[in-house]
């Protein structure tokens, strides 16, 4: 059974951080390209980063630039979003997903799992 289990969400004030993990387990871990996708109350989901199988290239959304960094364990088959510096403008629920393709769309990611809640208070 194939399982995306996204964690470390949770209340923080503006300016502080979190640090995202992604879970995965019931396929080959390291073929897959793995993205951060978030959904805040009212707004359409949207993609924050991601990172590729292979060579690990990474791609951030411009609201989080210079402020996140995604990183993967493949020995733990394990895909983190590190977020500093946040802002209420964050807050949203937090999605991890994974894709064949060597980069990520909303519309083509092959695995979702249930996101995690993060709120950031002003």
């Known amino acids: 059974e194939v399982q995306l289990q996204a964690s470390g969400g949770g209340l923080v004030q503006a300016g502080g951080s979190l640090r995202l993990s992604c879970a995965a387990s019931?396929?080959?871990?390291?073929?897959?390209?793995i993205g951060w996708f978030r959904q805040a109350p009212g707004k359409e989901r949207r993609e924050v980063s991601c990172?590729?199988?292979?060579?690990?290239?990474?791609y951030y959304a411009d609201s989080v630039k210079g402020r996140s960094t995604i990183s993967r364990d493949n020995a733990k088959n394990t895909v983190y979003l590190q977020m500093n510096s946040l802002k209420p403008e964050d807050t949203a629920v937090y999605f991890c997903?994974?894709?064949?393709?060597?980069?990520?769309?909303?519309?083509?990611?092959?695995?979702w799992g249930k996101g995690t809640l993060v709120t950031v208070s002003s």
């Open positions: 997903a994974a894709t064949t393709r060597s980069y990520c769309t909303l519309s083509g990611m092959d695995y």
């Open positions: 019931g396929f080959t871990f390291d073929d897959y390209t």
């Open positions: 990172i590729s199988s292979g060579d690990a290239s990474t």
